[in-house]
């Protein structure tokens, strides 16, 4: 892997964990950064933000940025949720 798609991944992570949806979209489409890294699975699916939801009654959004950071992995979600206080 090229050391620019290595840091186009970081950055794109990164992004994706700090901005709000709609400025992360415009992000995308500013930098183009999409067409370096390639297409990402999504892992903040909305049945996986409302089964994480159920799970430990966080917001919505602190559900969507756990299941981001680990990679759409509910158990590991829950357990950040809990550790950070937000659930």
């Not at 290595?6 to 901005?19: G, S, V």
């Not at 067409?35 to 009654?57: C, F, M, W, Y």
Request: proline residues 3%; negative net charge.
């Amino acid at each position: 892997m090229s050391d620019l798609r290595i840091i186009a991944k970081a950055l794109y992570r990164l992004a994706e964990m700090t901005l709000d949806p709609f400025v992360m979209e415009r992000w995308l489409e500013q930098t183009q950064i999409k067409e370096i890294i390639g297409p990402q699975p999504k892992h903040d699916s909305a049945e996986n933000v409302k089964d994480l939801r159920n799970l430990t009654g966080a917001s919505l959004r602190d559900c969507a940025k756990m299941l981001r950071m680990t990679n759409g992995n509910i158990d590991e979600a829950a357990n950040l949720l809990k550790e950070t206080g937000y659930a």
